[in-house]
């Protein structure tokens, strides 16, 4: 069992920036590939980054150039840096660890990200 717990999240301009972490209560270093995903009022929950144990990463196309998602092993924290936000990226952001050889899913409960006008 995985339990995750992010942080950083708040209120912040359009154009400004934020950092995300998501701290794991397990090793996840060599098992999880760990993701973001986020979820607007009325919409779906989408992907926004992921990075694999491999240490590779994709996004999705409207935060590419913007956002990095980081793995800290070590200390079993994920993060993702905002950079030029923008009002659409206004959502609750989940952090999520997906098991590489059984496919268990773990969430965390979400942070809000409000980015204003």
């Known amino acids: 069992q995985v339990q995750l717990v992010e942080s950083g999240g708040g209120l912040v301009q359009a154009g400004g920036s934020l950092r995300l972490s998501c701290a794991a209560s397990?090793?996840?270093?060599?098992?999880?590939?760990m993701a973001w995903y986020r979820q607007a009022p009325g919409k779906e929950r989408d992907l926004v980054a992921r990075?694999?144990?491999?240490?590779?990463?994709n996004y999705a196309d409207s935060v590419k150039g913007r956002f990095t998602i980081s793995r800290d092993n070590a200390e079993n924290t994920v993060y993702l840096q905002m950079n030029s936000l923008k009002p659409e990226d206004t959502a609750v952001y989940y952090c999520?660890?997906?098991?590489?050889?059984?496919?268990?899913?773990?969430w965390g409960v979400g942070t809000l990200v409000t980015v204003s006008s």
């Open positions: 999520n660890a997906a098991h590489r050889i059984f496919g268990q899913n773990y």
């Open positions: 397990g090793m996840i270093g060599d098992y999880f590939h």
């Open positions: 990075i694999l144990t491999s240490g590779s990463t």
